[in-house]
Structure formats: C-alpha cells, structure tokens
C-alpha cells in the first residue's frame, strides 16, 4: 500500500546538508535567508489555524476509521491537537517563522507534543489539499457570517422605511430632482440590492461546499480514505469529483470577492448619497456625533468619514478582485506557488466588508432626518411639472399640448421667481381653463404626485406596504434554503 | 389620470428653438455637434432593435389590456412595429444617427409608419425602464446560449477524455513533474471547472429574471398598467419590487462580466498549458493545422494562435469587468448617464465568450496526442519516486526510514545519469533487500503509479470512470433546473 | 547573404493544399473558418494604414540605400505605395477580410499594382518589427495631439479663471464646507493636474520614440541595413539597441494608457464636481443648453450628459489598462499571438480621451456661474468660524482658548438659527471682550478669509495672480522641451 | 494675524462631552468605538514616523525663521521632536491606537515631552497638507531606493551575459522555435525593459518632487510662513503652485504603483521563462539550492518558488493599481477621508517591489546553465530552416523557389524523421543542386545564424558585444541627471 504523503506544498526549513529531517535529501545548500522571509506564509496563513486544526483532526479520524491508523495512534493525535487547539485559543501557540506555514507549524508542535507518531496524521494528505481544505472550510465560514450581516442590515432599512414612512423628498436623476418619492421607497431600494447580495453570496455557499481532501498533492492517493465520512463530519455536501481540479481550484475564493465588490459598489453608492445630502446644500440629514468627526480647527466642520472610507474601501476589495484574477491569469494545472497569493485578498476583502456591514445600520439608524429642510426643498422645485400636464391630458387635453402648456407655465415661472405651488388661479388658469379647477392645484402638491405612484413597485403609500411584506418575506428566507432543499 | 411618460433619458435631437417637437420647451440652444455625437449611444445600441421590439410590442398588448390605449390604437401600433420587425430582420431599417439611440430610432420609425397614435407606445413607459427591460431580456437570451456552447464543450471534453482513457501523461505541479496521472483525468479538470462556470450562469439567470418595466423614469407610473401580464408575455418569473431599484441596477450585467472573467480565467489555464505542451520541447500534442498558422518564412513555424488569443482575450474581459465596476463605484441613484457605457463591456464580453466557447471544443478534438512522444517522457522521469518509498512503507518499513533510502537512490540516479526504471535488480537491492522484490520494480512503472491511485476522484482508471458517469450527470441537468424548480 | 524576411505573426490566408502561395509548405488543411475570422486583426488594424505606408516607403528607401534593391525596384515600389496612399486617404482602398491584417492588405495591392517585385519590400523585415513600428508611429503621433489639447484645455482654465477672478466660493473638504477660496484657485488645480498629464505625456514620448525596425522576427537580421537612416527618415531619435525587446515590447502603449486613466481621473474628478453644483441644491453654475439635455416629460430638467459621459468613461480607461496589463502578465519573449490584443484598447482610450479633452473646454467656457446664488450660500455658513478664532489668537488670546470660544459661539448660533454674521456686537462681545472691535467682525466676511490667505500658492487675489503667471509660463513650454534640449 | 492651523483631518479621539480637548466643542458623543477602529490609521500610518519628524522639524524652523514662534519655542520643540525621534529609532516610542493617526502620535507625545508649547508646532499647517508632505518624502525616499535595486540588478545581467557570452538557445516566437540566439542577447532584453522601468521612476521623482506643506487644510495659510525656505531645507526642488491641488493630489502615488505594476509585468515575463526553462522538459537551467524548494514526498522535485511568488506577486501589484484608481475616480476636491485608503497599496507595492528587485538578481547569478541539453536541443530543431533559404537566395535562386524547396526539405525530414543537419550531401543535394556545397551546410549550424544576424541590436556576437556597451553606459547614468541639469 502507498503513502499519499505527497507533499508538494514546497518545504523549505531544514535543507541544510546534515539535516535530519525527512526530505533533506536533493538538497545541498540551505535556503537563501531574505528568499525565506519573502516566501513565508506564515504571517497570513496562521489565521486558518482553526481551520487546520479541524481538517487535521477529521483526517485523523477517518485514518483510524479506515484502518490506517491504528486507534492508539488515532487516539494520541487527537490528544495533541486538542492540546494545540487549547493554545491556539489561548494565544499561547509557539509560532515559529522558521517553519513556513500554518501546516508545518501545527505538525512541528504536534510532534513536540506526542512524538513521532505525530508525523502519521499526514498519511494520505498532502499540503495541496490540505490548505485547499482550510481555504474551502474558512470562505464557508465566513460566507455564513456575512449573510448573517446583511440580513441585519436589511431588517434595519426596513425598521428605519417604517419609521419615515410619510417623509418624502426629491427623487433624482442625473442628480437632478426628478419626481418627488418616498424618503423609504429610496431607502427599500437599498434593500433589493442587499438582497441579490444575499443571494450571490447564499449560491456561491453551495460551490465552496465542495471538500477537496483526499486529493493528495494532485493525483489521489492510494491509500484506502474514505472521503464520504469526512465530508460528513466537516459538513461538506459534495466532494470535488477531480483531484487535479481540487488542489488548483480557487473559483470559490475569486467569487466571493466578486461578490463582495458587487456588494461594496452598492454601499459606495448609498455612502455617495448619504454624503451629499450631508452636505450643507442639500442638508436632508445629519449624521450622529458617533459616526462623524469634526476638526480640531474649523468648529463649524462634520466630518462623514465612515461613508467617506466606506466609498473609498469599494477601491480596496476591486484591487483585491484584478489581484486574484491576474493570479490565475495563465496559470497552468496544478498547484504553483502563485496560488499561496490568494490568502490575503481574501482576509482583506473578508475584513474590510464584515466590518462595513456591522457598522453600517447603526450608523444607517442613527441617523437624524431634517424633515424641515426636504420638505422647503419640494416646496421649491419643479418636480410635479409632470403632474400638471398629467392632469390636463386626464382632463382630455391632448399629452401633447398639455405638455406644451405646462412647459410655458414653468417658463413663466422661472421668468417670475416663483415656484409653481406659488402661482394664483388667476396666473394658472391664463393658460388653460382647466387650471382653474382646484383639482389643478391640488396636483402641484409633492404628497398627490407621490400617493398617484401607484403602481406595483412604485412610490405610493399603498405600493411601499406592499413593497415591505415582500421584503419581510424575503428577510424570512435564509439564502441558503435552497442549498438546503438541495440536500434533502 | 396621469401619464406615466417620464422620459428621462435625456433627448437632444431636435432642440432646436423653434421646434415643433415636444420637448423644445426649456432649451434655447441646439446640442453641441462634437458633444451630439459624443452622447449617442445609436452606434452600440442598435444590437438591442429584436428586445426593443418586443418590449414595445407587450407594452402595447398590456396598454390595450388595461383600456389604456383603444383596441384599435393597439392594433395600429402593433402592425407598426411589426413592419419594423420586418426591416430590422432585412437589415433595410433605417437607422438615423440624428436620433441618439435606438428607442428614439424605432418610435420615430413607428410615427413615420402609423402617424401621431404611435406615440401613444410611450405611455406609462419611460425610457430608464425601457433600456433596462431591453438589457434583461438581452442578457437572458445571452445566459442560455452560454450555457448551452458551455454544455457541448463540456460534452467534447467527456467524449475526448473516453477517446484517450489509456493514455499517462505527467501531472505536474510547479511546472515540475510531480506524479503521472491519466490524460483523460487532466481534462476532465476542466470539465468540473466548466461546470461550475455553467452552474454561476445558471444562478446569474434568476437574479436577471427581474422584469423592470413598469418602473417609469425612477418612481413608477399613475396610470393602472398590468406589470405581472407583461412579466408573464415577457417569459419573466419576477418583478422588480422597487421602481428606483430597477432603473438603477445593472447587477446582473456586472454579474454576467464577473462570470465570464472566472471562465475566461479557465481558458487561459487549459491553453496555456496547451501551448506549452505543442512547444517542440514538450512535444505531447500536436494542433491540427486548422487551429494553427505558420510563418511565411520559417517552414518549422506552426502557431498556436488560437490559443494564444485565447489567452490574451483574458485581459479583454477582465478590462470589461473593471470598466463597469468603476462605472458604478459611487453612483447616486437613479438613472445616471454614466449608466450608457454599460453596453458596450457587455457586448464585446458576450461576443468574446460565445465565439472562444464555441471554436475551443473543436479545435480539442482535432489535437494530435504524441502518444509515443508522451511515453518516451514518462520514462525518463523520476515522478514515481514515491511508489518505491511506499512500497516499503508497505513493507513495514517505517516511512521516513524509506524516504530516505529512496532520497538516496535517487541521488544515485542522478550521478549514474539512469533512471529509476533502468537500474537492474542489484543496483536496487543493495539499497535495501526488499527492493530485490520484482513486486517493488513493478511500482516503479507509470501506469502502476496510476492505477494505485485507486481513491474517489483520483486518478485510476477505475476512478476516471466513475468521475466520467457522474459527469454524464451533470451534462444531463440544465444549470437552470433550479429555477424551474423554483417556480413550481 | 540571408534574407530577413522572418515573417512570423502568423499566416492563415491560403492555406489550402494546392496554394500557390509562398506558404503553403507544412500545411495541409484550410484554417477553421470561424478561427479565420476569430484571428482576424483587418478589422482594428486598418487604423494603421497611413503608419504603415510610411513605415514601407522608409523602408523601401533605406533597402535602395543599402543596395539590398535596386534603384529601379525602388523605384517601382515607391511608385506603389503612394498610389496604395492615395486610395487610402480617398477611401477607396479595397480592403480585404481575408487577407488577415492591415501589412498583408497593403503588401497584397502592392503586388497587384506593380506585380512581384512587391514582395521585395518585405526583405529584411518581419511583420514583428513592422507592427512594432506602425504602433509607435501612431503613438508618437497621438502623443502630440493628446499634449496639444490639454494645453488648449489648460488655457481655457486660465481664461476663465482670469474671468471669474473676483468670484468666491465655499471650499471644501469631505464635501463640507471648510473655507471660502478664489473660483479661480478651485478651478486651477485642474490647471496643476492637467500640467503633470501634459507632462507624463511629454516623458513617455521618449520611451516612445525608439524604433524597432530592424530587428527582424526577433533576432535582427543578416542583410546590411541601416537602421540609423531609416530613424533619421522615421523621425525616430533612438533605435531598440535589442531586437528581441524591440519586438516584445509595448511598455510605451501601456504607458500612454496608464497616463490616459491618470487624465480621465482628473476629468472624473471635475465632472463630479460640476454636476454636484449644477444641482438644484448647490445651484452654483448653469450649463449650457449645449452641453446639456432635457427630458421630454420632465420640463425642469437639464442633465448634464456630458459631464456623466466623462465621469462614466473613466471606467473604459481604468478597464484598458487592466486589459493591457493583464495580456502582457506572464508572457514569454518574444512575439506572442496575444500582443494582437494591444490595438483595441489603445485605440479606444485614444478616441476617448481626445473627443473628452477637446469638448471640455468648450463646455467649460458656456457655464454660466450663479453669481448671486454663490454669494448668499456663503453668507449662510460657518466657513469664517476659523477666522474669528485667528483674530483672537492675533489679539494675543492663546489659541486653544480663543478656539474654545469660537467653538461656544457658533453653538450659541446653531442654537438660535443664526449665522455668524447676522450676530450682533453686543451678542458677540458677550463671548470676549475683543470681539466687540470692528475688526473682529470684518473678519467674518468670506473676502477678507481669502484675501488673508497670502502664502504662496494659497487663495488671496494677489496669491492668484502670482498662480496665473507661473501657470502662463508652464503653458508657454512643450511638454517635449526636454526631449529637445537631450537630442541637442 | 490668523492661524493657519486648519486641521481637517477629522478629529475623532477624545469626543467626550466634558473633553478639555481643544476640538470637543460641537460633539456631544463619543465615537462609536467600532468606528474608531475602523477609521483610524495608525496601524499603516507609523510607518511615515520618520518623514513625519523630518517635516516636522523642519516646519519648526520655518516658524521661527518667520517669526510666528519665538526662538526659545522653537529650540524646545526642536528639542522634544529629536527626543522622539530617538524613541522611534529605538522602537520605544509608545504607539496609542486611541490617537488615531502618526501625527497625532507623535503631537501628543511632544506635549508630553515639552508641554502646551508643543501645540505651538501645528501652527500654519494641517494635517492635510503635513501627510500630503510625509507621503511626499516617502515617495522620494522610495523612488531613490528602487532606482539603486533596478541599476544593482541590471547590472548583473550584464554580468551574466558577459560570463555566458558564447551560450546559443533557441529563440522563440509563439512558444514555438523561430531561430538560434545569443542567451545573452535574450537576457539583455530585460535589461533594456529595466532600464524603461529606471526611467519612468526616475521622471516620476520630478512629478514627486512638489512641496505640499504651506497649503494649509486647503486654501494656504495667512501666516508669513517661507515655503521655499522649507522646500530648500527639506530637499524640494519645487512648491505646488496651488494649496488646494497640493491636498487633494496622489498622482505621485499612483505613478509609483503604475511603474511599478510595469515593472512586475516584466518581471513576470522573466519568471514564466525562467519556470518553463526549468521543467524537465526543457532543462536549460537549474536553479541553485538556495532559490528553489523541495517536496517532502517526492524526492525528485526541485520548485522554482521565488520566480512563481514573483509571477503571482504581479497581480497584488495590479490590484493596488486598481485600487487607488478607484479610489479617486469622481471624488470631488479637496482633502476627503477616501484618500487614508492610499497608504497600504503604496506600502505595499513598495515593499514587494523592492524585495523582489533585490532577491532576484541574486537568484539569476547562482542559476546553472545547462549548455549540454540546450546544445542538444539545438542540434533536434528545424530552427535553421530559414538560413538554408536564404542561402539559396544568396546563390540567386529567386526567394520564393529557394522557401518552396526549403520547404520540401523539411517536410522530407519529417517524414524521414531525420533532423536537418543529419541530411546527408546526397540528400540535400537532390532537393537543389547548390545544396551540395558545403557552405549551405555550414549554414545549417545554428552558430552560422546566429552570427549572420549583424544588424543593430540583432544576435550577433559583434552586436552584442556593441549592445553591451550601450548598457554599461546607461548603467553609469542614474536615472535622475536629467534632473539634476534641471535644478542647475
């Protein structure tokens, strides 16, 4: 029976000629000392220590399982991990630079701790899919955590779209005012998208579930493992059915940053709004004391940082995206060293976004809305032009000419100062008899052009209810029912 | 009763002073020349005329439907825009760059066809919710032919990989010969990476399965329009449920781009490894000389340039991703024109794909395997070095102590120039006296090596066959079961 | 002697068995037709007919020179290539698809026109080298225009800013307001930005400037050219002193896009702002009725279109240089298929950016500024705050203390809804003693803040002035001064 | 007189209500602490500890030069500052994460050292323009270091290429054979890209080398402060003409990570080679001990680590380019907290160019050329091909004739699987009766071809010889004289 031992994650501690150490041998000269420092993983990598430490004690298992191991042996590994988890916990872990990565570092002290017989647990693995291993176990993870995140923050604009319900302010396009809307139907926007993140993030869930284990460093190995039981025990639904393709693939890392820049692009675009309507023009809201910052020199100053570096950390996880991707750029099968670049996009991308999407909804909640101010603003635009021509033509006027005749009135208008909920009867209905009507006037008013929205999806009272059962629905739903249904 | 004719998209064609248009009002000057043709989006747009009508010719019905145009205005506008069909499919429409885009083009088209009552197609329509309805039907027609060219692929790859099933190749990692493993398992790598590919575009179909129509300029319309019949003629499973959402979302054409990076990331993969096996030194495959192309000077030249656009095009497509990811970072709501250069990434990321998937499967199965070139190779390496150690491992030896004897046949190797199979049984037993065994020179053969790798997705034959059955699997599901399902 | 007609970018035109064409040789079957079209570069490359021409006639003379043709073949060719010119620059040349690319169109009339003594031309040339230098010739020709425009561009600012020299405005940091500036100083640290563009440009034309003729396929060639001459004639100043790089490079075409994205940054950077004050809320400029557009609903409505357009195409650049860069990662020397990947970007980043650089300044110079919209927005804020605690400091109050009771006082005003002006000597001499002065309170107006900031480079008028001439003698010099003064 | 002590950088340490701090005026909470963690930049920023002294203490001059601090002030904090400066030498300065940022820091720590005088060193200054100076200094600094690595590492490839001087490989096109070259000559292109790379970053240090301090937090200061002193005393050859371009301005920033993101690329083109060189199959060269690393199960395997860390390390550069691309696109003027995000990608890249930069020369020197296998792979190719046409040519058989023939001759040896130079005379002979001379053979010798390619910059002994001189005298300009003539 063969060993698939087959470690080809590169070692590099120990090549000195006299080594003592298993692999010495081809080697005659020791590693150049800044070539070691530069190729070390282990400054990033010892973050997936929990995660190696479960892989390994998993594998132990099923060694024992399949007879590999005996139970004594399977026993005494366990014993040793656990007391290394016990001080990975603690922060009492020995880490040592001089050995690599996180895998030597844990086999070194497994050893320290039991012995020789240490050295069986890595019967019939190798580095390649070992770390492979780590790297599916932590974007797992790490997925569950941000899902969690987002639907938070979805349930707090969903709070915070009940609380305003009856604010309205100006919509726009090209930021400029469009139509007047719902204060909530703007923010519910936000929801949707956080939605579709929660989705992409909830699908990638089933192809990171893949377990790459047993691949050996390429080809498999001969050892009689069985797989299925320690896809059970680490919770992996499926296993990669290629172990070539098991130790080189990274898709599942690659997407979820394309995911999380997705997800930044649409919180750069919330921060972009929540600082222009900080700025002293638009002074829609104000942001709480917590979550802004002030100068030691100018009193008058509020600083938006949190929004400001929240836009700007979007620049960060794209960086982190054009990374990866260049990484595997014409990378042949199977494992390079290349790959070992793809831990700290992924740490980064994984820090950056789960602590945007924790602080954002208190920050999102905090917030103060300055409903005196948006509602002189409406008084003051052209926003419900539409409205007007809208009741000419219900009124049989051709959309035409109604559109004609409006356009004259807010001529008018912008020749005399005025805002059109400022002109007298007599001044409307000199351009149209009908803008005698009260009815006429009454359109003028931002509410009537708002509770007229009433269509599935648009800006009415009535559609936003709607609007928000469908997102308390979908608040109900966990992203990964599906992958759960799936299973069943 | 209101119009719901927010048009927003800006129009410029026709501002001049006196114009007997409709918009002329507000604008006292016409559009600048150079900046008339900087804006137009005519020129790219154009591709969307077949989803532009067919948005147009279900808006109608459902305008008809909901008593908001006559029956007999509907059957006007409708025998209007099929005549237009008719001159698109002919390629005799006549397209007038004056007009800026293509819904300006088709309703000018329509007027010129069936007069004034054409105009009445653009109630309760805006076109924010008219370009995003023409880019969600486009990117679904797009999804599922991607997925189908990515299905034949895989299916060239399975029918090769049966073709070539007794053939060992050395698996390498780092470019170095690292263990021998079947032909058929390497490809099949790609199958698997495929399949995830095709999996991505499937779940992408849900999220652009979103009908945005309906959703006006940003705020929705008054006017009492039937959104779940046009979703259901319009072949779509949802609604958007926030009008602002929907005009400002292009997630699924960035999701479309991102996917299409990860499979483009595949290709430069298996081609870069393509042409570095067709390099003379290499020398496993052989292109047929309908993929390749010579050199007028150099009679030896036969060019991988398939392969090598292939990769290239990579850059390509990620440029794209970038581009629009860009684009978006920061963007307030709603509809921005910055939004306009959306078309032009995603088109030439369709094009791109669709041309490479459907030419690379071919050009697979036209490859010449040097089969005695490929033999001659595996002879000459020391890649089942680790059988013999596992041998005596097997043996009873203890691992490390068989490590070491075979570090140093191999070192004996090296210096002798032999290979590990050409040392007689002398040579091999005066390391240790197992390896008198003629059970331990058997090891050292390849397909040995091979055939010991009997674990689930390795790479015995055995194992090649069940990996084969369970890819008949997944070639028999459509990636978007799942929203079938979804839908019951 | 050997010739150097190394042609190696690949040759698929005519591959058929029985081709009488020079090539034929190895091949025995058709190129794939869809490949033939996948290769094909004629669509893109077809830009590069004028450098192309001019390349050959250089070429051509500097064979005659070297005796390597002859006189009257000389003749004869030059003869071909000017006829080839003027079908070009008439629009009459006959281009043709299947003839690959833009050299094999030419060289193909060329022997049309004057039989086979055209296929001399190619002697001691290789397509490499060719294409090498058509891309130079083209970007040492896009380099003087982009430079020629931004100095226009450049101008423009100073005349406006010469203009508006007694406008100010709030200035601001993290889009608050932080203190009041010169319109002008705002405006010229575009000038500033513009100048290191302008600048960047003007050093990359060096880099630009070598020519790679010459070099052959990849390793020069045997006949007894003179490069020197034919630089001399090509306006080159250097020659690539290997020819291996020579045909491998494009650093100068990354570089052009590199400086490109840098621009479009800037111009990015502008267009937000000017949208932000085209607002309703801002209200500080008015576009031009020709540079903005309206909606054909919404009568209020001016969008600046072109504004986005700038700040959209920022993405388009950004996603050609990730491109390019992504193309070139990882290739092996020296020529590779996937370089035919260089013209697309370039080209598009060209257009881009000299359409954007040449209509800005005329949009620019249409603005209407608000004038008394500015002048009351600054009337309503704090921005003077800092002020009122300098003249304290002044007054020899430490300036901790003196900002402690600025800080109390625009507490006191936030507190009674009033401004810092609208205060009253009583109110404010409650605060301190020395704010009952008359000078205190003429510290609070926006002007005396700016015409405080004398320091170099800071905003007071006379500080300005000292700008604008130091800005007239940057536009006084060619970016290329430099590159003149070396070849001197 | 007023304080130019504009501090805008926000402020967010010591928020508390009852603060005796300076800032706490307008806040009446503290900041949410998850918040404080995430703003804050002292974790990246300490790094600038150096540059931020320097400025500092020079600043410190320049008051009291000015007269705005007295000389007894000015001695004391001059005092103070070294202190701390020795502290931070000495890795005893205590770091307090709770002060936000390094000017803070070290701020807070004068006061301690020297009491409420120390305050007295912000005067006329901001942090917005102080860390736009320290990232000034760093960038220079760096700039200066890279450009000493880059000259060290060409260097040694002119060593390398003088030692190997008579070594032929094949050259390739497409990855496929094209024709014999010099190593030297293959190597010395990436002396010429590096010298490309020299050059950007030395114009680079021009654009860098622009005094930021005096700009005050945007709009300068009203104190009589001497910039050009400063700039004289701090190593600045220029003043930013305009302190709102001088606070907002990182072009300098992203050119390093655009030169650099070229400079990788190369790199990672000599990586690939040197990977592919290195497999078994090509066996051109063998990497020393000291740079490559083994496999803990298969003792044949010898990983070139350091060239695929340098390959992947491409697309972390890549990604810091992109990042800050994005950061900045459309962000409006002046200082925004967006722009904290542009110190990591610059340490970043710094850090990984300059280490790379260093090991890899060292690396290149201890490689081992394996002369026997690259002769005889030499001797197996059809690489010559292109000389026994040319001779024909020479003899006067019309070129086409003389590559038809040629062309039968390889076909010949294909099928006779013989390679060119075992034809006999016979065999050569009857192919064309001139094949029979002895010279036509001798041109089939890769030496003769490589020889005859004596035009400029081409493989011939004689041009490299010409070549390498041309390098030793770009080896003895620094890359900043250009502005050294500058500043005479």
Known sequence: MSSGNEQDHSFFAGKEKDSTKPWGGRFQKRLHAE??????????????????????????????????ISAEEGALIEEGLEAIQREVEEGTFPFDLSMEDIHMNIEKRLIEYIGPVGGKLHTARSRNDQVALDMHLFVKKEIIAVERLLRSFQAEIVKLSEKVQEVIIPGYTHLQRAQPVLLSHHLMAYFWMLQRDRERFGDLYQRADLMPLGSGA???????????????????????????????????????????????????????????????????????DEFATGSSMMP????????????????????????LLTVFKGLPLTYNKDMQE????????????KTIVKIFPAMLSSLEIK????????????????????????????????????????????D????????????LSSFHPHLREPQAQDRLKPRAAVEARTSRGGTSPGALVKQLQQAKLCLGKSAFHQAGKKSD
């Open 342 to 353: 793809d831990k700290e996009p992924l740490f980064d991308t994984v820090d950056t976004v």
């Open 218 to 288: 390429l080809s498999g190995t001969s050892f009689p493992i069985d797989r299925e039981f320690a896809a059970q025990e680490l919770g992996f639904e499926h296993l990669y059915e290629n172990s070539m393709d098991a130790v080189s693939d990274r898709d599942f890392v690659i997407e979820f940053i394309s995911h999380a820049a997705l997800l930044m692009m649409h919180l750069s675009r919330l921060s972009e709004e929540l600082i222009i309507w900080s700025s002293q023009e638009f002074s829609f809201i104000e942001l709480s």
């Open 416 to 427: 005399q100062g005025k805002t059109l909920q400022q002109l007298t009867v007599e001044e």
């Open 35 to 68: 070539m070691e420092a530069f190729a070390a993983s282990l400054p990033f990598d010892r973050r997936l220590a929990e995660e190696d430490l479960t892989g390994s004690l998993v594998h132990c298992r099923m060694l024992m399982r399949a007879g590999i």
């Open 300 to 323: 008058q100053k509020k600083n938006p940082d949190f929004l400001e570096l929240v836009r700007g950390k979007t620049g960060r996880v794209y960086g982190n995206l054009v990374a």
């Open 371 to 414: 409903r005196d101010n948006i509602e002189q603003a409406l008084d003051q635009d052209f926003s419900t032009a539409t409205e007007l021509a809208d009741y000419l033509a219900g009124q049989g006027v051709p959309f035409r000419e109604a559109h004609g005749i409006v356009g004259a009135v807010v001529r008018y208008c912008l």
